[in-house]
């Protein structure tokens, strides 16, 4: 078993044509720097529109860059501290010089594991701006420029987990998030009146960083082989016992962008292998 992040193939890219799918159009994606976001910024490149990062990590936002014109795609890396509005506030006006803001994805996450009583609130607070309020602040100043667009559309798609559909244990304020950020995308859904679009994307794990990097202390923490960590702890519920890849959940974005998902309107897309709805 290949527990190691995969490269992004062209192949394995999604392209769809789409009328909105042109280097007029900005799509602007947090977590840019890796793993799902680094995937979905360069398939949304790939598919011709004009891709805007957003990372704290400009080194690894640069790599994102390279790789999506690489692609053939155009991409704009802007650093960006999500914990700072006005960092936010530059990143959107910035976007909108290169063309129309019609997409914004919010990927960017962190993760901390701990029992509630040991949780620190330092943790706790940087999780929420990060992953609930972030995600609020780029819709709030995302939409007034989606609707001054010409067809006044524009869609917001948000990466949420099976954590948004069932809770584990010690993950308490990944849970709160997630539940959260599927509460902003039907908010945001009940008031774009069907012109402005938002859904979610729910999955298990996958081969990023993130999820990674967990699998060497919970095999020596267990006395197992990584292979069985992957296969007996993270994809125990799952009836597929392979890990996605970042490239599939950054396929599901480009379709929720797309013409073929119109009605697609503070949906969910639960791809998880089976882990919530089977037992």
């Known amino acids: 078993m290949d527990i190691r992040e995969p490269r992004i193939d062209k192949k394995d890219i999604l392209i769809l044509k789409d009328s909105n799918f042109n280097a007029k ?3 602007i994606v947090t977590g840019a720097g890796t793993g799902i976001g680094r995937a979905t910024a360069v398939a ?3 598919n011709k529109l004009m891709t805007v ?4 990590n400009e080194n690894e936002g640069r790599k994102t860059q390279m790789m999506a014109r690489e692609m053939g795609g155009q991409m704009i890396f802007i650093k960006t501290d999500l914990t700072r509005d006005a960092d936010i506030e530059h990143a959107v006006k910035e976007s909108a010089k290169l063309g129309t803001i019609k997409f914004l994805v919010n990927i960017a996450g962190i993760q901390h594991i701990d029992a509630i009583e040991d949780f620190p609130m330092e943790k706790y607070d940087l999780m929420q701006r990060i992953m609930l309020r972030a995600p609020f602040y780029l819709s709030k100043r995302c ?3 989606m609707k001054k667009s010409k067809d006044a559309t524009g869609v917001i798609g948000n990466m949420t987990s099976v954590h948004a559909h069932l809770c584990t244990v010690r993950k308490p304020v990944y849970n709160i998030t997630k539940f959260g950020l599927r509460a902003l995308t039907q908010s945001i859904a009940a008031e774009g009146e069907g012109k402005i679009r938002s859904f979610s994307v729910s999955t298990g794990f996958v081969k990023t960083p993130l ?3 967990q699998i060497p202390d919970q095999a020596e923490q267990r006395g197992i082989p990584p292979e069985a960590v992957v296969e007996e702890i993270m994809m125990g519920r799952s009836r597929v016992k392979e ?3 970042p490239i599939e959940v950054g396929n599901l974005f480009v379709f929720g962008f797309s013409r073929h998902a119109k ?3 503070g ?3 639960l791809f998880d292998g089976g882990m919530v709805l089977t037992y």
């Open 211 to 213: 999820a990674l990097n």
């Open 53 to 56: 990062g957003l990372d704290i």
């Open 263 to 265: 009605y697609l309107i």
């Open 243 to 245: 890990m996605m890849s």
């Open 25 to 27: 159009n900005v799509c």
């Open 267 to 269: 949906g969910d897309l």
């Open 44 to 46: 949304c490149a790939a």
């Open 143 to 145: 939409i007034p420029y």
